[in-house]
């Protein structure tokens, strides 16, 4: 199972790696054939991608996570950003343009992207674990964000309420004085739920008896 | 440091929620650019639907970083979306103009919050990583472990 998976990476970083050379120097690989869009939505959004150079930006991803993954280096990182790439590739391909056969490459291209994540799963437990801890964060009750700003019956003590208060004034007075507009007001509207959490939490630490 | 990464988060969640949220219920005039190609790139987008996916990701990226539900794997989700904010904001607008800010502003906040979280990402870059499917009726540890939390 693994020489598969290896053959499949392989594979997908070839298809990446040659895609992108084809893109930035076309004429090496002029016998290829050139992908073209016949609905009017997807040529206008390629061609706004390539005259604004992030069609280069994500052919640029294709290459260097490409390499990558031809030469085992990193490849759970490489697999992780050719998926947003190739996601919005079949997005383009499945509902804009329709086209059968780009269609059908840029699903296979997906699903071969994510059986290789598949397969590096254990790589990836830091990111779908939840309850994951911030640097200089601990486990304990106001040692964490979501003890002081998530969950109003966290336990946090008094001097950690005072410290979250502190930057939850700073984050408020931010969009207060900083931001403007309309843009400040709906800051200053999203940070009335830590607001409101923070609060039930201090009084909650105030009225608390000390056992 | 945890100071810190705690105002980095209200601000960016701050921010992100009210921005994706502009897309379905209408806050605040979207800003659609003021040069011929960012304006181009904004519309090509919007017709075509693709901006509603950006939308959605960055209003569930910043009601994760909010309420802390998979934060390193939203943080990641809404990497390229940050990404493209930038190179919206500065390259196609110009990089001495207001809107290099926030795209200054959101791209920093996205990348210091996933420095934060770090340790998350370390086995993601590790060199000797080997691929292995599970074998059909047995769950790889990590989904064991995950099945097991509460």
Partial sequence: ?211 | MKYAVWFVRLVYAAWMIPAGLNHFIRLYPQPIGNQPLSIEVFTALLDSGLFTLVKAVELLAGLAVLFGFRLPLMLLAVLPVSFTVWYWDTELQGWWTGSAVYGWAVLSCNLLLCLAYWPSYRAMFASDARAQLPSPGTAPPIVREMEAQP
């Fill in chain 1, 1 to 211: 199972m693994t020489r598969a998976l290896d053959a499949l990476r392989l594979l997908l970083g070839a298809v990446m790696v040659v895609t992108a050379v084809q893109y930035f120097m076309p004429f090496l690989l002029a016998f290829l054939p050139v992908a073209a869009w016949n609905d009017p939505m997807a040529a206008r959004l390629m061609t706004a991608f390539d005259r604004s150079g992030l069609l280069a930006v994500a052919k640029f991803i294709h290459l260097v996570a490409g390499a990558l993954l031809l030469t085992n280096r990193a490849v759970p990182f490489a697999l992780a950003a050719l998926l947003p790439v190739n996601l919005c590739g079949l997005f383009i391909a499945l509902f804009i343009e329709g086209a059968a056969l780009v269609a059908v490459l840029a699903v296979l291209t997906v699903a071969l992207n994510g059986l290789l994540m598949l397969g590096y799963l254990p790589s990836y437990r830091g990111v779908l674990e939840g309850g994951q801890l911030a640097d200089g964060e601990r486990p304990e009750a106001g040692e964490n964000y979501e003890s002081l700003f998530v969950n109003p019956l966290g336990d946090a003590p008094r001097a950690a309420c005072l410290g979250g208060a502190l930057v939850l004034a700073a984050a408020l007075a931010f969009y207060w004085f900083v931001v403007p507009g309309l843009n400040g007001l709906t800051g200053l509207v999203t940070l009335a739920v830590p607001t409101v959490v923070l609060a039930v939490g201090s009084i909650r630490a105030l009225t608390r008896k000390k056992g």
